[in-house]
Nanobody, 124 residues
Framework: QVRLVESGGGLVQAGGSLRLTCAASGQAFGNYAMGWFRQAPGKEREFVAIINWSGGSTYYSDSVKGRFTISRDNAKNTVDLQMNSLKPEDTAVYYC?????????????????WGQGTQVTVSS
């Protein structure tokens, strides 16, 4: 069992930055691939950025590539998402997900545990 708690969301103007943090507790954090996903009103949850168990491999959606950076600290059991050059279309609830096995996948259904989400709102 893994418990995930996201923080760092808020309201920011277009062009601004936010840093989200997901804190994990429970079973060995290093055994899990981690991902950030988001869900806007009326839309399905979509992947944003994912990272493998060691942090040595990452993958981003085309919509955030070059603007967002995912990282993890296995000693602190955290995974961060640094978001720069934010756009109004980035507005959504952002969720942290954990996937057993250490290798990442982009599909929502591949993830075993989820946090409660944190709201990010980007004003134009």
């Amino acid at each position: 069992q893994v418990r995930l708690v996201e923080s760092g969301g808020g309201l920011v103007q277009a062009g601004g930055s936010l840093r989200l943090t997901c804190a994990a507790s429970g079973q060995a954090f290093g055994n899990y691939a981690m991902g950030w996903f988001r869900q806007a009103p009326g839309k399905e949850r979509e992947f944003v950025a994912i990272i493998n168990w060691s942090g040595g491999s990452t993958y981003y959606s085309d919509s955030v590539k070059g603007r967002f950076t995912i990282s993890r600290d296995n000693a602190k059991n955290t995974v961060d998402l640094q978001m720069n050059s934010l756009k109004p279309e980035d507005t959504a609830v952002y969720y942290c997900g954990a996937r057993r096995g250490g290798t990442y996948r982009v599909s929502v259904s591949s993830y075993d545990y989820w946090g409660q989400g944190t709201q990010v709102t980007v004003s134009s």
